[in-house]
């Protein structure tokens, strides 16, 4: 006769394997990464370099032997090579003699108003953190001073960015420090430098979870206040260090999203183009336009300097999402960005090794994979920041 299996408490078991999980996930981090291994940003030849900053390299080069300007180091075949520091260096040297004043420095000025861009859809997967961590990067390389945000618990961002969500940050240090309702912190304690000049960092983790429970509560007690202003709040006393904030969002439309919502400038809507994404997506802005209606009913100022979607993991030849490329850009118009995110293996094989495709070498890559990959990326990029620049009053 066959025994009746014991009942198990479920809440055991899966403790049990969270434990075990993190166990495997600590050891694989050990052996592929030393703790104290900190992340760095790689070496640019001197073409990416150029490339960066929009010169010729004969330029950069004549620099070099005039002896202007950082020095790159220089491999035994006398090749130049430029960190990510000697590039920002160089910005500054060339912004003294511009012809147009930014054109090295292209952030903000006097009355430009910093840029909060949110990146979101409560759809998974559908490139959020890929978009935002590409785009954050992409702008600080390019000289604007970034503050990168990870808004979402499960911290891909931060994991991509070399902090560890479940072991660096035991007692506290994600944004939910600074927009908690019992005594917040300043937000200056939870940001962080990265290995990229020009690029700040405020992880995520779990913790960030407690403002989705914590807010109902506090508004039912009546001291929530405008809650879905307390991002805006908490960044407005940095306004001063950045021109542009990239906030990367979690897949659902709860709370931590509104108030990102609510402090953006700039929403970018990432958007896979297949049907079951598109069907989730009318229903996403269905709620976002429902939501946004109650909290503008409260007084709040919904207003805005852009919204656009962002196509992401694009397959060119595949014949239904051209379809469903065409069908969003006859309906929504400019508001679809030009410039996709091509689907490519460059790009998922770099997140595999928690780094952007900015972060590789070429080398690891065949090259017309890499190049395609980079130019999307950067053609993309280039789009977002020509609508910052265009928002600044510049074109
Ligand atoms: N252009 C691309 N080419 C190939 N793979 C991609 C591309 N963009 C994203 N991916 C992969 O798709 C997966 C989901 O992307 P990503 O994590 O950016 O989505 P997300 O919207 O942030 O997800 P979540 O909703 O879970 O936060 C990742 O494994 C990522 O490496
Ligand atoms: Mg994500």
Not at 126 to 147: D, E, N
Not at 209 to 219: D, G, K, N, S
């Amino acid at each position: 006769m066959n025994e009746r299996a014991e009942p198990q408490d479920l809440n055991a078991a899966i403790r049990q394997h969270s434990e075990w999980l993190a166990g495997q996930l600590h050891a694989q981090r050990e052996s592929l990464f030393p703790p104290d291994a900190q992340k760095a940003m790689r070496k640019f030849t001197s073409g990416e370099a150029a490339g960066l900053l929009g010169v010729n390299d004969s330029y950069l080069r004549k620099l070099h032997l005039d002896g202007k300007g950082p020095s790159p180091e220089l491999t035994p075949g006398n090749r130049r090579l430029y960190s990510a520091e000697n590039i920002q260096d160089l910005r500054v040297l060339l912004e003294k003699t511009a012809r147009k004043p930014g054109d090295y420095l292209p952030g903000r000025r006097d009355g430009d108003h910093m840029q909060v861009i949110g990146v979101m859809n409560f759809k998974g997967g559908s490139g959020k953190t890929t978009t935002s961590a590409h785009l954050a990067q992409h702008l600080a390389l390019h000289g604007y001073r970034v503050l990168a945000i990870d808004l979402d618990p499960q911290a891909s961002l931060t994991a991509l960015h070399g902090v560890q969500p479940e072991f660096d940050l035991d007692e506290g240090g994600t944004l939910y420090d600074a927009i908690r309702y019992d005594d917040p912190a300043p937000i200056s304690s939870v940001i962080r430098k990265t290995y990229i000049p020009n690029l700040d960092l405020i992880p995520g983790n779990l913790e960030l979870m407690e403002f989705e429970h914590e807010t109902p509560r506090a508004l039912a007690q009546g001291h929530a206040g405008l809650f879905f202003f307390r991002v805006k709040e908490a960044l407005s006393q940095v306004d001063d260090a950045y021109d542009i904030v990239v906030i990367d969002c979690p897949p659902q439309l709860g709370f931590l999203t509104m108030s990102a919502l609510s402090a953006s400038t700039g929403v970018l809507v990432t958007i896979h183009p297949e049907m079951l994404d598109v069907m989730s997506m009318s229903q996403f802005l269905r709620m976002t336009a429902d939501l946004m209606d109650v909290i503008a009913e409260s007084g709040a100022d919904m207003s805005h300097d852009w919204m656009r979607y962002v196509l992401t993991r694009y397959e060119p030849a595949d014949a239904p999402q051209n379809r469903i490329v065409a069908f969003l850009r006859t309906m929504y118009g400019e508001a679809v960005l030009n410039a996709p995110m091509l689907k490519s293996t460059a790009i998922s094989d770099a997140g595999l090794t928690k780094q952007t495709l900015y972060e590789v070498e070429r080398s690891a890559f065949t090259r017309s994979t890499y190049d395609r990959a980079m130019e999307s990326l950067n053609a993309l990029n280039d789009e977002i920041a020509a609508l910052i620049q265009k928002t600044w009053g510049r074109e």
